[in-house]
């Protein structure tokens, strides 16, 4: 089993930029697919970002060209960068691992952080 652990969410101005950070514990092995999916109050839960062991990454519609997706193999540790970010950005941001990329970008893989909440506002 795998645990996730989320942190760096807060309160940003429009515009300003926040680091998220999910360290995994639990396994020796290193990450494999890991992304990011977000939910904001009384919506669906959706993709943000999602990149593979090789290192392929996608994005969603809204946050392509604003954030970014990395990893740390060695530290077990995947991030997102949020850039430029918009009110709409408001959500709680959920780290997300799967053996399969495709599992967890369709869908959502098998691990899941407890959430870190990202305010964006004035």
């Known amino acids: 089993q795998v645990q996730l652990v989320e942190s760096g969410g807060g309160l940003v101005q429009p515009g300003g930029s926040l680091r998220l950070s999910c360290a995994a514990s639990?396994?020796?092995?290193?990450?494999?697919?890991m992304g990011w999916y977000r939910q904001a109050p009384g919506k669906q839960r959706e993709f943000v970002a999602g990149?593979?062991?090789?290192?392929?990454?996608d994005y969603s519609d809204s946050v392509k060209g604003r954030f970014a997706i990395s990893r740390d193999d060695a530290k077990n540790t995947m991030y997102l960068q949020m850039n430029s970010l918009k009110p709409e950005d408001t959500a709680v941001y959920y780290c997300?691992?799967?053996?399969?990329?495709?599992?967890?970008?369709?869908?959502?893989?098998?691990?899941w952080g407890q959430g870190t909440q990202v305010t964006v506002s004035s």
């Open positions: 997300n691992a799967d053996p399969s990329y495709y599992r967890l970008i369709k869908t959502g893989g098998d691990y």
């Open positions: 639990g396994r020796s092995y290193s990450i494999k697919a």
């Open positions: 990149e593979s062991r090789s290192g392929y990454t």
